[in-house]
């Protein structure tokens, strides 16, 4: 798939579909003066393109098409190259948020010379221009399509170009025990000394290993995770549902076998979206749909990111209880000693489990801690987490050489140090991207960005 020409001027309605207050038409490229000259009139001064960039001018959109009739009163946004988002020429419309208003303002400027822009070619064009690296222009779409707090803090900490500079360290290590290795081979005759490799690939390594560790923490912010909460009958399966969420989304009863089916519900933990999912009671059943329900928890289980298995605290511990928690996966179980505001039958050391009572909150704060701590590890506490995953994959690759090259001969190592460097340059730009790579980022964006 080629990439589109940059040298033109593009429009495209830079706000969501549908209706709202403001809404915003975007011009980027060598005519977008001459396109706000055609259809914007100030109400006092000179047309657009003898004006100062930098200024928002108050004025009227027209139609000279039907002398001059009125389209809309709006803002211009003015924008000089190379101090622009795209680095060209930009103007922005901005207009009530009708959508016959920008449908009109948008034909307007296709009428005057621009061209519809396809999507994310105002964020291709600043990467192409050099106004961000590949790495922030990928921040610009998850920033966009952040569903939660962790999300978009992730995101925006890319955009800040906080993954650029950890990559410029790696780089930087790589580049000089790349450079040395190289002046001993290219000039042998000058004794030049042995390169000096571990401390700089080492380093590197380190730095490659502490991000690759937040990329299942990263998949977690941004897509969410699968929380299973599986146990006997009665064990406060769906009491602690209502109380993560904070209101009453499962029925609770006395009676064993009440949930039969599955319930799902979202949850937000720390900024991080979940998918808490209360299930049927676990137990050997002879109704037909009971144990249909019990064989569908346990596929939910399977499944899940992490798995509470709530175990009644008030009760002598169940042999099946035992059982169970033997087949569950224990890196992805996380026990909960339920009914914590009755007496014990038991103490939740003997289980290592986190006690909590739904009816009275009791240890709810510590369940979160330990959730989180579970699903994300050490990465729990990073501010940066590789959530994309071409990064990963880059990443992956870097690694791979960095391992390779340590020990190997000269002439070998320089050979894996270079396909290092061009496998961390993918995920700036730095290094060549294929026009298809770039193309396949870019049209996942949406028109106007």
């Not at 707090?149 to 410029?168: K, P, Q, V």
């Not at 909460?229 to 609770?252: Q, W």
């Not at 909150?361 to 579970?374: K, Q, T, V």
Request: aromatic share 4%.
């Amino acid at each position: 798939m080629p990439l589109p020409p940059t040298g033109d001027t593009i429009a495209a309605v830079a706000t969501a579909p549908g209706t709202g207050a403001v809404g915003i038409v975007r011009v980027s490229g060598p005519a977008a003066y001459a396109v706000a000259d055609r259809l914007f009139r100030p109400h006092r001064g000179p047309p657009p393109s003898r004006r100062r960039a930098g200024r928002v001018v108050f004025g009227s959109i027209v139609d000279a098409r039907h002398q001059d009739e009125l389209v809309d009163e709006a803002l211009l946004l003015t924008f000089r190259a190379p101090h622009s988002y795209t680095g060209q020429d930009v103007v922005e419309f901005q207009t009530h948020g009708g959508p016959a208003v920008l449908r009109s303002v948008l034909d307007l400027c296709l009428h005057a010379g621009a061209r519809m822009a396809g999507p994310g070619e105002y964020t291709l064009r600043a990467f192409l221009g050099g106004r961000i690296d590949l790495a922030q222009a990928e921040s610009v779409l998850a920033l966009v399509e952040a569903q939660s707090d962790g999300a978009r803090r992730n995101a925006a900490l890319g955009l800040s170009r906080a993954l650029g500079e950890r990559l410029d360290a790696i780089q930087s290590d790589l580049t000089e025990a790349y450079a040395a290795l190289q002046a001993g081979l290219d000039y042998p005759e000058e004794g030049v000394p042995e390169a000096e490799l571990d401390v700089p690939l080492a380093r590197a390594l380190e730095r490659v290993e502490a991000l690759l560790a937040t990329a299942e923490a990263g998949r977690i912010g941004v897509h969410g995770a699968r929380l299973a909460l599986l146990g006997r009958p009665n064990a406060g399966k769906s009491s602690l549902l209502n109380a993560l969420l904070g209101f009453e989304r499962s029925i609770v009863s006395d009676v064993p076998g009440t949930t039969r089916d599955y319930l799902e519900a979202p949850l937000a933990l720390d900024g991080v979206p979940l998918t808490a999912i209360d299930t049927a009671g676990i137990r050997s059943a002879d109704d037909a749909v009971e144990a249909s329900g019990v064989a569908l928890a346990e596929r939910i289980a399977d499944a899940s990111d992490l798995c509470l298995l709530l175990v009644d605290r008030s009760r002598p511990l169940d042999p099946e209880v035992q059982g169970l928690r033997t087949r569950l996966s224990a890196a992805r179980t996380l026990v909960v000693a339920s009914k914590a505001d009755l007496p014990a039958a038991w103490d939740e050391a003997e289980l290592d489990a986190v006690a909590v009572s739904a009816h009275s909150g009791e240890g709810l704060e510590a369940l979160r801690a330990a959730i989180r701590r579970r699903l994300l590890g050490d990465a729990a506490a990073s501010e940066l987490w590789i959530s994309n995953q071409r990064h990963a994959e880059a990443l992956v690759s870097v690694r791979h050489h960095l391992q390779d090259a340590r020990g190997a001969p000269p002439d070998l190592a320089s050979l894996e140090l270079q396909d290092a460097l061009e496998a961390l340059g993918r995920i700036t730009g730095r290094t060549e991207v294929a026009e298809e790579t770039l193309a396949a980022i870019f049209a996942s964006f949406c028109v106007g960005k």
